[in-house]
């Protein structure tokens, strides 16, 4: 059960189908999914207090009855249902189809590379790329909202360009409703597998600007999340929005508490922090330079 205060995503499922390096989750063999009726007591809490509600896992998709799932809560009305997933099984046309139905639905789902070789690696998982692309291009068809996560991380930041390049040639823009690039959380499978994963997000930050501002270009509508203002170059500021967790996991440097950004600040991972340290944040004083 979801008992994070503020919180707004139920976990239905833990078992999934990739064994990606970078989950912030670790795998839980073995472990019982979720109730049907413990899942729907925990969609009604979270909607008596907010608009957006977010299944998520493990892999949503592989609980047979995920449409009962998204039935039950689009009767509650909510302002979105958000599906956290590796969109695998959206591969399939007569599953899309009927998913696709359920009013106010947002697909959220993460690509690693542009090619079969660093997604699957990442995703360690033979079938990913294939089965993915297919996925998104599928949902798009049926015209699902789809957010889109590029996780950066030291296995594939150095071909985020050749990442912006493959979007651009594969997928339209108004395919997304947004495209968000993120940092990994360096906890569960990523915290095993750091020496892997880890890369300093002033390193990151080196390959941002111009694929972000070439997919702006072609009408893409990108966002930051977790990229602190301090490690950006300032023609980025204005993506830096994102926040996806709560302050057990996203804090602020002491130093921060200086910076005239951080009312604006996405923060900084707290596992993050524990791995690399504090140098590279620096707060920014002069807003107007």
Known sequence: MNKIKNKTFVPVVYNCNDNCISCPVSRRYGMENPSLEDIKKEADEILKSHSHIEINGGEPTLRKDLLEILKYIEKKNPHEIGILTNAQSFYYNKFTERISKIKN???????????????????RNPASFKYKIAGIKNLAKNNVKIELRILLHKMNYAHFNEIADFIIDNFESRNFNSIVIMNPKL???AGKNAKFVAERITKLSEVLEAPI??????????????????????????????????????????????????SECSGIWKSYLDFFGENEFMPVKDTGK
């Open 187 to 189: 906890t569960g499978t």
């Open 213 to 262: 501002k070439k997919l702006i270009s072609k009408g893409y509508k990108v966002w930051l999340f977790h990229f602190p203002h301090c490690t950006l170059p300032k023609g980025l500021w204005e993506y830096s929005k994102g926040v996806t967790a709560d302050s057990s996991s996203v804090v602020f440097a002491e130093k921060c508490s200086l910076c005239q950004k951080k």
């Open 105 to 123: 639905l947002k697909i959220i789902t993460t690509l690693y590379g542009h090619n079969p070789k660093i997604q699957n690696s990442i995703a």
